[in-house]
C-alpha cells in the first residue's frame, strides 16, 4: 500500500473507526438491557434511518468531494455547497411531510406494528441530520481538514455513547428515549461540522450545480440505497414471513460480522476514493492498474484474515450473553463475513464507473438485482428461514460482482487477480467450515485449551499460505510513521 493510501487512512478513518467502535461497544449494553424484540425494533430503527438516509442524499457527499476536483476557483466550490445544503434543507421538508401523513403505513412496513407511529418522525430527523453531516465531512475531506473531520465524528460518536450509557443505566428508559439520543447526537455533529464551514455559506446557489449534484450523485444513491437493501432489508422479510426474534439474532451474527468494518472496511473506504481519483490523474493508467490490484488483493487477505479471527473467536462473546436465544448466531456468522467481502469488494471496483462519471452503471446493475433478491428472499426465507436470507444476501453480492466485472473486463480493464480471490475465498470457507464443524463435537465443547489449541492451528495455516502478503504490513506502519520510501 503507498504512503498517500496509508495517511488517508490514518487521517479520515479515525473519526469512522472509533464511532463504529463505540456503536459496537454498545451493543453487549442493548443486548443485556433490552429484550429481544425491543433489540429487533433498535435494530429496524437504525436500518429504516439508514435507508430513508440514503433515499434523500444523493450521495451529496461524493459530490462535493469530486466537485472540488472538477471545479477551480473558490466561488465555484462555495456555490456548489451551498447549493447542496439547499437540496438537503427542501428533501427534509419533502420527507417529514411524507413521514407524517404515511406514518401508520409506514409503521407497519417497517416494524410490522401499526402502533409504531411516533418512531418515525425520529427515522426522518435523524437520517437528515446524518445526510448534514456527510455532506460537510465530504467538504472537509475535499478541503483536506483532518482535525474537523475527526472532531465531529468524535462528538456524534461520545454524545450518543454517554446519553445511551445514562439514559439505560440512570432512567426508567423506554425504547423511545433511546432514539431520542440517536436524534440529539446527531443533530449535534451536524451543528459542529456546519460551523467549520460558515465561509463556504452563499445566497447564490446555481440551477447548474443541482445538475451537477443529480447527475452525479443521483445514479450513485440508487445505487447505494439497493447494495444496502440487498445486505439489510432481509430484516423487514424476516420480521413480516418469519419472526421478530430472528430479526434480532441475525443482527447479531452481523454486529459480529462487522468488526472487520470498524476495524479495518470503514477507514480503507473513506481513504479509498480520494486515493485513486488522484492517483489516476497521476500516474500513467499501466501503473495505475498494477497498484490497484495489489491493493484489492492484500486488502482481500487482510479482510478475510480478520473474518477467520471472528470466525474462530466468536464463541467467547456469545458465551458472555445472557440470553439463549443469541447463542445461534454463531451459524450465520461465516456466511455474513463472506457476503460483507463481495460488497466491499464490488464497491472497491465501482472505482471505474466514478473515475469515468459513469455511475449510471452502478445504478443499473442493482436495479437488475433488486428484483431477483427480492423474490429469492421471499422463497428462501419462507422455506429455510435464517439460512435462506444470508445465502440469498451471498447471492445477490455475487451477482453484484459479477455484473461489475464484466463491465470493467470492456470500458475499464483492471486486470484484478481473481484468481488469487478465488483462492482466498476457498481458503477461508474451508478453514471456517472445519472450525465450525467441531463445534458440534462434545471434546470440543468441553475443553476450552482445545479450543484455543484449534483457533490457533487454523489462523496460523492462513499466515503460513499468505505470509509474502502479511509482509505489507511493515510497510503500512512505515507509511503512517510518514517514512515509506518511494
Given at each position: ?95 417529514m411531510i411524507v413521514g407524517i401523513s404515511f406514518q ?156 472487520i468494518g470498524i476495524l479495518l472496511t470503514s477507514a ?63 451459524e450465520y456468522v461465516p456466511f455474513i463475513i463472506l ?148
Amino acid at each position: 500500500m503507498s504512503n498517500s493510501l496509508s495517511k488517508n487512512i490514518l487521517s479520515y478513518g479515525l473519526g469512522n473507526i472509533l464511532y463504529a467502535l463505540v456503536v459496537l461497544l454498545l451493543v453487549p449494553i442493548y443486548l443485556e438491557k433490552l429484550d429481544v424484540d425491543n433489540y429487533a425494533k433498535l435494530t429496524l430503527f437504525l436500518i429504516s434511518t439508514n435507508l430513508i438516509r440514503m433515499i434523500f442524499s444523493f450521495s451529496v457527499s461524493n459530490g462535493i468531494l469530486r466537485g472540488f476536483y472538477d471545479f477551480k476557483t473558490f466561488n465555484e466550490k462555495k456555490s456548489l455547497y451551498s447549493s447542496a445544503v439547499f437540496l438537503i434543507m427542501l428533501l427534509f421538508i419533502f420527507a417529514m411531510i411524507v413521514g407524517i401523513s404515511f406514518q401508520v403505513s409506514l409503521s407497519a412496513l417497517m416494524f410490522n406494528d401499526r402502533m409504531a407511529t411516533p418512531y418515525i418522525p425520529l427515522i426522518v430527523f435523524v437520517s437528515f441530520m446524518q445526510i448534514v453531516n456527510a455532506a460537510n465531512q465530504g467538504l472537509l475531506r475535499a478541503l483536506k481538514r483532518v482535525i474537523p473531520y475527526t472532531l465531529t465524528s468524535i462528538i456524534n460518536v461520545l454524545t450518543m455513547a454517554l446519553l445511551n450509557i445514562y439514559i439505560i443505566y440512570f432512567t426508567e428508559y423506554t425504547l423511545y428515549s433511546i432514539f431520542l439520543s440517536y436524534v440529539v447526537s446527531n443533530t449535534l455533529a451536524a451543528v459542529v461540522s456546519s460551523s467549520f464551514l460558515i465561509k463556504y455559506y452563499t445566497i447564490k446557489v446555481r440551477v447548474n450545480n443541482f445538475k451537477y449534484l443529480l447527475n452525479y450523485g443521483l445514479p450513485l444513491s440508487i445505487a447505494t440505497l439497493i447494495l444496502y437493501f440487498l445486505n439489510y432489508g432481509n430484516r423487514y422479510y424476516l420480521v413480516h414471513y418469519s419472526t421478530i426474534t430472528n430479526v434480532a439474532i441475525i443482527d447479531v451474527a452481523q454486529k459480529l460480522a462487522s468488526i472487520i468494518g470498524i476495524l479495518l472496511t470503514s477507514a480503507f473506504m473513506t481513504a479509498f476514493t480520494p486515493y485513486y481519483l488522484e492517483l489516476y490523474n497521476k500516474v500513467p493508467y499501466r501503473i495505475f492498474r498494477e497498484k490497484i490490484n495489489d491493493i484489492i488483493v492484500t486488502f482481500s487477505t487482510l479482510f478475510l484474515f480478520a473474518g477467520l479471527v471472528i470466525v474462530l473467536a466468536q464463541d467467547i462473546f456469545l458465551s458472555l450473553l445472557s440470553k439463549s436465544e443469541y447463542l445461534s448466531s454463531s451459524e450465520y456468522v461465516p456466511f455474513i463475513i463472506l457476503s460483507n467481502y463481495l460488497y466491499v469488494l464490488f464497491m472497491m471496483l465501482t472505482l471505474g464507473t466514478n473515475i469515468k462519471k459513469k455511475t449510471k452503471i452502478e445504478m443499473l446493475i442493482t436495479v437488475i438485482i433488486f428484483p431477483v433478491n427480492i423474490l429469492i428472499n421471499i422463497y428462501s426465507i419462507k422455506s429455510y428461514g435464517l439460512y435462506g436470507a444470508v445465502i440469498t444476501q451471498m447471492t445477490t453480492n455475487i451477482l453484484s460482482l459479477l455484473l461489475i466485472s464484466l463491465y470493467n473486463r470492456k470500458y475499464f480493464p483492471l486486470e484484478i487477480a481473481y484468481k488469487s480471490i478465488f483462492w482466498l475465498i476457498s481458503v477461508f470457507s474451508i478453514l471456517s467450515f472445519i472450525k465450525m464443524s467441531f463445534n458440534s463435537t462434545v471434546y470440543y465443547q468441553g475443553s476450552q485449551y482445545f479450543q484455543y489449541a484449534i483457533s490457533v492451528l487454523l489462523l496460523t495455516i492462513y499466515v503460513l499460505i499468505y505470509r509474502k502478503k502479511f509482509m505489507f504490513m511493515r510497510e503500512v506502519v512505515r507509511g503512517l510513521l510518514g517514512r515509506t520510501r518511494k
